[in-house]
């Protein structure tokens, strides 16, 4: 009888073993989701696979007017386009730029276009060209030089505050065109070289790259193939010539 019992008793003992066993086994099983199990050291495992990759690539923001983005000529034309492809043949891998630019827009409209985007201040490329609108519509110098500071100040910010990553274009010489009357071409060149006096002094005071490509707008004077269709802006080839200037600047910037 007492030899039943002991048996008894070692089997109620095996059962609860067992089942404390398999208790514990799914217990480890079930882990919440995504939690990272560690299989070795510095090695791990996570349960979730549904993992995002981040993109590969420097982030270009382009900040602008028409001239940014490139009215009248295909997207792979303009010049920030052009200039990433031109980074990408050098094997600098470059994202394809971000735009925070319209025909039309002022230092004060891009200043809206901004606070309306709200870009992120992570980008590894920023250029900006902004003006042309200021002089055309025969807004002062005064309110074009603060408005001009406030927008080199967002480009930094933007640029992970690193001024070696901003780039900044002088106004075009749009006096070239046919859009001017023969009678209005000194006069609206004159304006765009005081305008651009601004913003390559502030834009040098500030210890930022300035690239001048106003000389080269003034070609299309006696090159009709580097005005756009539309007679007043530029066409691809012109903005291929802008390209050639930056990108080996942002190279340099980037290595």
């Given at each position: 009888m007492k030899k039943d019992i002991q048996l008894s008793f070692f089997m109620i003992i095996s059962l609860l073993f067992a089942l404390f066993s398999c208790f514990s086994c799914n217990k480890e099983e079930k882990l919440p989701r995504g939690e990272t199990v560690i299989i070795a050291k510095d090695t791990m495992i996570n349960k979730d696979t549904s993992i995002a990759i981040p993109a590969a690539g420097a982030k270009y923001l382009a900040l602008g007017d028409s001239y940014t983005i490139g009215q009248n000529v295909h997207e792979t034309e303009r010049f920030p386009a052009q200039t990433a492809q031109l980074l990408r043949a050098h094997n600098i891998d470059v994202r394809d730029p971000q735009y925070i630019a319209s025909t039309g827009w002022t230092t004060t409209n891009l200043l809206s276009g901004i606070n309306l985007q709200n870009p992120a201040r992570d980008f590894d490329i920023v250029t900006l060209l902004i003006g042309v609108n200021d002089q055309y519509q025969r807004r002062d110098t005064t309110s074009y030089r603060t408005h001009f500071l406030e927008l080199l100040d967002k480009a930094v910010e933007f640029a992970r505050s690193k001024k070696s990553r901003v780039f900044v274009l002088s106004i075009p010489d749009y006096s070239v065109t046919p859009f001017v009357a023969?009678?209005?071409?000194?006069?609206v060149s004159k304006q765009i070289d005081e305008f651009n006096a601004i913003n390559k002094e502030i834009t040098l005071q500030n210890g930022?790259?300035?690239?001048?490509?106003?000389p080269s707008t003034r070609g299309a004077a006696n090159d009709t193939?580097?005005?756009?269709?539309d007679?007043?802006?530029?066409?691809?080839?012109?903005?291929?010539?802008?390209?050639?200037?930056?990108?080996?600047?942002?190279?340099?910037?980037?290595?």
């Open positions: 023969a009678e209005d071409k000194a006069g930022i790259v300035y690239i001048d490509i106003t193939s580097l005005i756009a269709n007679g007043l802006h530029l066409s691809g080839k012109e903005y291929a010539a802008w390209a050639g200037m930056l990108a080996p600047l942002i190279k340099k910037a980037l290595q």
